[in-house]
């Protein structure tokens, strides 16, 4: 059993959803992406969580330039397959009450990009990695500028130069190493076997980061993504904000700071201050957001920034938290995302201000929203709570002071987050309000779906960090390792 | 040898059938007599050519490779061509006689030993391009693009003729061959055969639409009839880069210190200028003309990073190019022929009225700005490989930035068809224009998952 299965199978589901009239691609979507989830699990029976790589495949693709179909799965890597196909069936079950115009296109395109991002995330060869990487983009694209609001098309265009900018530069990163490889491979071990000196790992360095903060968005490379998250149709911002953005993460923990080791420790503590700028800075924009979506988006931008910090800071607690909370936010803003996509849908506006007492009309739903707003905030016995601790650990042996600012952003979160759930469930029910009916068959589905893992993740977190713990603790070493054989850093 | 010999022939039965007005055997007759000629050509594959003819002309693998790709895509262009020419003019069956006899010339330039051969083979393309360029005759546009290109056309084959006469001056011999020994023998080099080669590389890059020597190309790309200009700047252009190559690798490799320099700054200037002036057109048939000039840019990467892989790099890239230009030029006719437009809002809404047009200019868009998964990403891959091998870091960061303002002016089609909405009626697409231009979107999408299939020709 190798890994092609799982990365295939979606762009099949893909074509034979286009066979479908409207309504039945849903259902057919649906039901490959189950499918899917399904396969991801057997894989996870049957994965044995230490470092190695897993189910790999390596086929020759152009072999004469060192390019192999290169994939595998090790505790990292399964960490984002069950993000990806646990989250494309819950995003798929979210859009069931919209009506789509083209909807067989819409999920053929949800489904492409699912492909685009398994690939990402399974890849051991550069060039693989990077076709991968833009297989995802130009889905999300599509359905952003095809399904999306007023703006769409300035502001994905924006996205889309943004984002294949960074990615350029990431190529000239990969083709750089492959030319120094002495077999002229993409193998990303290979890679890792390199010893460039620190001014060529410090260009390769930014070659790749800047894909990646793009993507992340790590500040001051956000501003495409308030915009593009509320532009875009509910399940576009979903794919974004809850699995694409994770690309972003994925490649700074795989591809940057492996290949670049004396880079990384060289811009260690700009990025980490600039993760932690983004952290603050979202989360004071956040509070002046009156705008449902945008609040959200800010809120995933401060979120987004204490996970790069903790990854920087490159320990176990900080990335092993990083891992885990990569998985829970992702739950958690598709969560928030859809929580006001039912609010757009039924009362058509985001306006937090002009909504309140929802609560007293729409119970079944106040106790959903308040779950994930819960598992936002990071409080104990939710999801958030478990990464978002182990991330400021992390940065706490870094660097305390950091830690301190960092952990501002938890307080900032449970101030904004909470407030926007004063002013849209509770208080006096409006004119407008009072027509809010409550949550009824495949939303409440999806929103218990997303309950349970809050809740689930939140008080019984072992499995999953068991999973990742060995090929985190083995990439550390790894790291350190080609860190003091340079002789930088002694002992 | 043959397959040259059957492309002169064509043309000649071709004349005679338009004499004895028998119209509608004229599309037939050049189709299959092409594809015969692709098969000879693909018959001499890997037979280890020698020079023949003292040395005139060599038909090694290069120059078949090449002939193949010239072929097919004057193929898909000729396919395009029922019932356009008829519209133009009623003198069809010269139009098919003279691509013919401007392929012909092609086939000499890619497959030439000889520099008088290189030469002889430029004229006959380009003195057929003349003509095609004005075969509008009532049409002010056509005839200006004419009578540019031939005043333009004649000064750089005087510079090239110049330039082969001078090295014909300083190492004694035409042959390519003899021009390399020349090379390797001499230390002290004649200032005159430097000269030559500087000459040479103007002639050439006015032939391939590289700046500063471009200003032809608008102007001839617009006036011209829009499928002649769909042959120059696939098949011609192809052709151009092919003998470019065959010359630098053949002779120029060991001085490339001279040259290099001199075709940096070309690329560079060629892409910036190109991609820039391609960001403030409004007719998309003009934006065509300038991604061409950017894409002549790309090309020239294969000759700065000279080495192995060049013949390679350039075939991909040229064969990406050619097909999605096809796809493009196609589509456009359609557009052009409904809205008596070529502006870019001749495109509003061409996805709700016509789904599979939308869809293959979309593919062919992303092939021309280089996204992966399609041949054009493939073709930019290869010329960046080569030229970081080369550790032109520069050079090739220059291109991705080129590479990210060609974004804008590809995707402004792309939010035409798909984003913007217009009152028009369904456009009507003729069986042949189906073929051609689904299966080019199939190519661009093969070679863009497999390229081996091509990659490991040359």
Known sequence: MTVSILLFLPVVAA??????????????????????????????SRFIPDAT?????????????GVYFNAGIDGISMMMVLLTTVL???????????????????????????????????????????????????????????????????????????????????????????????????????????SLDVHRQTLVFWAFFLAFAIKLPVFPFHTWQPDTYTEAPSGGTMMLSGIMLKMGIYGVIRWLIPNAPLGFLSSQWIVILLAIIGVVYASIIAFKQTDGKRLAAYSSIAHVGLIAAGIFAWNTQGLQGAMIQMLSHGINIVGIFFIWDIIIRRLNTRDINQLGGIAKVAPQFAIAFLIIVLGTIALPLTNGFIGEFLLLNGIFIANIWLAAIAGLSIIFGAVYMLRMYKNVMQG??????????????SEKLALGIICVLIIGIGVYPQPLLHLSQASVSNLIQTVTAKIYESGIITK | M??????SVIPIVLLYLGLYKVKNALLPVTVIGLLVALGLAVAQWNNGAQPIFHGMMLFDNFSIAFSGITISSTILILLLSKGYFEKISNHIAEYYAIILFSLAGIIVMVSYYNLTMLFIGIEIMSVSLYILAGIKKNDFASNEAALKYFLMGAFSTGFLLFGITLIYGSSGSFNLEDIRNYVLMHQHIDPLFYTGVALIIVGLCFKVGAAPFHFWTPDVYEGSPTLITAFMSTVVKTAGFAAFLRLFSACFAPMASFWVPALLVIA?????????????????????????????????????????????????????????????????ILVQQQSNSDNFESFNGLSARNPFLALVLTIAMLSLAGIPLTAGFIGKFYMFNGALSQYQV?????????????????????????????????????????????????????????????????
Not at chain 1, 53 to 65: E, H, R
Not at chain 1, 99 to 114: C, D, E, H, S, T
Not at chain 1, 126 to 132: A, E, P, S
Not at chain 1, 428 to 436: D, K, W
Request: hydrophobic share 60%.
């Open chain 1, 15 to 44: 074509l034979a959803v286009l066979a479908f009239k409207n309504e039945a691609a849903k259902h057919a979507a649906l039901f490959f992406a189950v499918v899917e989830f399904a396969i991801a699990l057997t894989f996870l």
């Open chain 1, 53 to 65: 790589t897993q189910f790999a495949i390596d086929l020759p693709w152009i072999p004469k330039l």
């Open chain 1, 88 to 194: 494309v069936p819950i995003i798929i079950l979210t859009t069931y009450q919209h009506q789509y115009k083209n909807a067989p296109v819409f999920y053929a395109l949800i489904l492409f990009m699912q492909a685009g991002l398994l690939v990402v995330f399974t890849a051991l060869d550069g060039f693989l990695f990077y076709v991968g990487w833009e297989a995802a983009l130009i889905p999300i694209y599509f359905i952003c500028a095809l399904w999306g609001g007023e703006n769409r098309i300035r502001i994905t265009i924006k996205f889309f130069i943004y984002t294949f900018a960074g990615s350029l530069f990431m190529l000239l990163g990969i083709i750089y190493l492959y030319l120094q490889t002495p077999g002229k491979t993409y193998d990303l071990h290979q890679f890792y076997n390199l």
């Open chain 1, 428 to 441: 006096e029910t409006n004119a407008l309000t009072a027509t809010f009916t409550d949550i009824h068959g």
């Open chain 2, 2 to 7: 043959n397959t040259l010999i059957l492309i």
């Open chain 2, 268 to 332: 560079i200037i060629t892409l910036f200028i190109g991609n820039i002036t391609a960001l403030y057109q409004q007719s998309f048939k003009r934006m065509l003309a300038f991604s061409s000039i950017s894409h002549a840019g790309y090309l020239l990467f294969a000759i700065i990073a000279l080495g192995a892989g060049s013949a390679n790099s350039v075939l991909i890239y040229a064969t990406a190019y050619s097909i999605a230009s096809i796809i493009a030029f196609g589509t456009l």
């Open chain 2, 394 to 458: 520069w050079l090739v960061i220059i291109a991705i930035i080129n590479a990210i303002v060609s974004i804008f002016y590809y995707f402004r089609v792309i939010i035409a068809m798909y984003f913007r909405t217009a009152e028009r009626t369904e456009v009507a697409v003729p069986v042949y224009y189906k073929f051609v231009l689904g299966f080019s979107a199939l190519v661009t999408i093969i070679i863009g998952i497999y390229p081996v299939l091509l990659s490991n020709l040359i």
